[in-house]
């Protein structure tokens, strides 16, 4: 049964970190692309950062230079260290699997919250 598990989410101070997991089961996860997506309150769902499986980088604009994402193939998960956060970045967080990075999510986790507030 494959599934993808995000964790580490949680209510933040602006200018806090997080460090957010995405543990995933039942598919092989060295072959896949993984991503990172988020989705605030009546907004579309964006992404924000992918990782190939090389170990390439991409991020979303907005996030470019705050956002890290890794990955590590023997726990199978991927990560997504959050730096020098903003109420803007609060949203769910959601990651993503796919076989090819022009191709949709086959798998999707069910999302961890990040909530920026003072």
């Known amino acids: 049964q494959v599934q993808l598990v995000e964790s580490g989410g949680g209510l933040v101070q602006p200018g806090g970190s997080l460090r957010l997991s995405c543990a995933a089961s039942g598919f092989t996860f060295s072959t896949y692309v993984m991503n990172w997506y988020r989705q605030a309150a009546g907004k579309e769902r964006e992404l924000v950062a992918s990782i190939g499986i090389a170990g390439n980088t991409n991020y979303g604009d907005s996030v470019k230079g705050r956002f890290t994402i890794s990955r590590d193939n023997g726990k199978k998960t991927v990560f997504l260290e959050i730096d020098s956060l903003k109420p803007e970045d609060t949203a769910m967080y959601y990651c993503?699997?796919?076989?090819?990075?022009?191709?949709?999510?086959?798998?999707w986790g069910q999302g961890t919250q990040v909530t920026v507030s003072s």
């Open positions: 993503g699997a796919k076989r090819f990075p022009w191709l949709r999510n086959d798998y």
